[in-house]
């Protein structure tokens, strides 16, 4: 009896597998991008048709093409400050030889131990009126007030709060990977601080940087909670105001549009970061 092709044994063990996994994903995406070409009617709700008139009235309506944008310069502010705070933090973890090491990552997992809910609410009670910073501003200068809730700066401290662990952990990996006897010669050779960072690790750190960097700014064009909580109500982005077409609005035909714009926007700057990414790596 010949022996079974390894490659027909790998493809029956992962096969099955493989088509549940892109039924369960591909499914909800052809249900939604049906649904996204309906009509909006205020007595059925939804009416069935084929129309790209919800796409049109995002594309074409400021305020939605605004909220986009907002969303857009929120994730990538996050996650420009994610890597300019977590490269250091990851470095000094990676190359820590101390016994407490172990509890320097612990502090870094902890907080993903508590929902962004929670957190948000915690931020809540620091920036708002009468929390911890307007109380010590009042305390330290009388009749002075610091309120920096529902502003854009609180919303952008909260996701960054949130998702600077993720960007930390990726890193620390990478950097984990890399020789430090690589460093030790480039050092031997003459190169300063600064020059080992930007030829040597930058480059090596690469990859890990464009892992990081593209889980955060998935996390910060998604985020809910945090936007709706720290923002308010004046302040809109994309995920807050998809749940209120939805669920608010009973629009559902437009709430299904936005979500496949926000996910069709999203995978494209992602793979075009990537792909850039990816050059710049083998260019180096």
């Known amino acids: 009896m010949s022996a079974r092709p390894r490659g027909l044994t790998a493809g029956l063990l992962v096969g099955p597998a493989t088509l549940l996994v892109m039924g369960a994903l591909v499914a909800p995406l052809l249900l939604?991008?049906?649904?996204?070409?309906?009509?909006?009617?205020?007595?059925?709700?939804?009416?069935?048709?084929?129309?790209?008139?919800?796409y049109?009235?995002?594309?074409?309506?400021?305020?939605?093409?605004g909220v986009l944008w907002t969303t857009l310069w929120i994730a990538l502010l996050t996650t420009a400050l994610c890597l300019l705070f977590?490269?250091?933090?990851?470095?000094?973890?990676?190359?820590?030889?101390?016994r407490w090491k172990s509890a320097g990552v612990l502090l870094v997992i902890l907080p993903l131990f508590i929902g962004s809910t929670v957190r948000a609410l915690g931020w809540m009670g620091v920036l708002g009126r009468g929390g911890l910073l307007d109380s010590a501003a009042a305390a330290l200068s009388p009749g002075s007030s610091v309120a920096l809730l529902y502003t854009p700066?609180?919303?952008?401290?909260?996701?960054?709060?949130?998702?600077?662990?993720?960007?930390?952990?990726?890193?620390?990996?990478?950097?984990?990977?890399?020789?430090?006897?690589?460093?030790?010669?480039?050092?031997?050779?003459?190169?300063?601080?600064?020059?080992?960072?930007?030829?040597?690790?930058?480059?090596?750190?690469?990859?890990?940087?464009?892992?990081?960097?593209?889980?955060v700014f998935i996390l910060a064009m998604n985020a809910y909670a945090t936007p709706l909580l720290l923002g308010g109500a004046r302040f809109q982005m994309m995920a807050p105001m998809l749940f209120r077409e939805y669920a608010v609005n009973n629009n559902w035909p437009f709430a299904a549009a936005i979500a496949f714009i926000l996910m069709i926007t999203t995978l494209t700057l992602t793979a075009a970061s990537s792909a850039f990414v990816q050059r710049r790596y083998k260019a180096a």
């Open 153 to 215: 700066f609180a919303v952008v401290l909260g996701i960054l709060s949130i998702n600077l662990p993720y960007m930390v952990l990726t890193l620390q990996s990478v950097i984990e990977g890399i020789d430090a006897r690589v460093e030790e010669a480039a050092d031997s050779l003459g190169a300063d601080g600064p020059r080992r960072f930007l030829h040597v690790v930058l480059p090596l750190a690469l990859p890990g940087i464009a892992t990081g960097a593209v889980l």
């Open 56 to 65: 049109a009235r995002f594309l074409v309506d400021p305020f939605y093409t």
């Open 86 to 98: 977590g490269f250091p933090i990851a470095y000094r973890l990676a190359r820590s030889q101390s």
């Open 32 to 54: 939604l991008a049906r649904t996204s070409l309906n009509r909006y009617d205020r007595t059925q709700f939804m009416v069935e048709a084929l129309t790209p008139e919800n």
